[in-house]
């Protein structure tokens, strides 16, 4: 009976540069590493930027607590907003309303003047205030009624709507009585050449009330100095 012949081992060879494999998983490595560092670059990529801390009316004076920075990555052409990376442009006025955690565009900050508002403060009832909050956008309805009767003056009694639109700075506690008998001290923006009329319907005790307008938003309730 003639022997099987013996299996001869097979060496094993080094892999060559022109090993098809080789050359894939080289490729694969590179593929990964780009991926990796364009994903990295696209994470860093941001910018800090300003918010508005609380919601803001046009006539807020900054301070150093109205903005906070937060990183972000805007798209192309979405400039014009405030850099972080600069101090807070204390004493500036904002311009237009913001609502809370929006991006500061650089063009809603003005120098004093630029904003012709002062505040001024109204009472009305408090049931009728009842849901109003700083931000808050109202119209301005003033009632009077001290005309005496056969003094020919009863055509200036009655209700009128003073101002349009004015922002609500601050909603301050009742004072005093229950139900509609309680009083709010309600704080206005309001526009320089209307600030006599709106003082001298405080003085005459008229009967104030202020209606929310549609849209016009709600804010923090928080108030500045």
């Known amino acids: 009976?003639?022997?099987?012949?013996?299996?001869?081992?097979?060496?094993?060879?080094?892999p060559s540069w022109r090993d098809s494999r080789l050359i894939v998983g080289v490729i694969l490595v590179l593929a990964s590493a780009a991926l990796g560092a364009r994903l990295v670059a696209t994470a860093d990529?941001?910018?800090?930027?300003?918010?508005?801390?609380?919601?803001?009316?046009a006539g807020d004076r900054v301070t150093a607590s109205t903005f906070r920075p937060v990183e972000v990555a805007l798209a192309d052409g979405m400039g014009g907003y405030l850099r972080a990376d600069a101090p807070i442009p204390q004493g500036k006025l904002i311009t237009r309303d913001l609502q809370a955690g929006e991006l500061v565009p650089s063009s809603a900050l003005g120098e004093p003047g630029e904003v012709d508002v002062?505040?001024?403060?109204?009472?009305?009832?408090?049931?009728?205030?009842?849901g109003l909050d700083r931000g808050q956008r109202v119209d301005v309805y003033v009632?009077?009624?001290?005309?005496?009767p056969g003094s020919g003056d009863e055509a200036s009694?009655?209700?009128?709507?003073?101002?349009?639109g004015v922002a609500v700075v601050g909603v301050h506690a009742s004072e005093g009585g229950f139900g509609a008998a309680a009083r709010t001290s309600v704080q206005l923006?309001?526009?320089?050449?209307?600030?006599q009329a709106v003082?001298?319907?405080?003085?005459?005790?008229a009967k104030i009330t202020l209606v929310p307008v549609?849209?016009?938003g709600v804010a923090s309730g928080a108030d500045d100095a």
């Open 199 to 205: 003082v001298e319907a405080v003085d005459h005790d």
């Open 118 to 130: 002062q505040r001024v403060t109204v009472r009305t009832d408090a049931v009728a205030t009842a």
């Open 143 to 148: 009632t009077t009624d001290d005309a005496t």
């Open 1 to 14: 009976m003639s022997e099987l012949a013996a299996p001869t081992a097979k060496r094993l060879e080094k």
């Open 214 to 216: 549609s849209g016009g």
């Open 189 to 195: 923006y309001v526009p320089a050449a209307e600030v």
């Open 157 to 164: 009694a009655g209700t009128t709507r003073l101002l349009d």
């Open 45 to 57: 990529n941001r910018t800090p930027y300003y918010v508005a801390v609380e919601n803001l009316v």
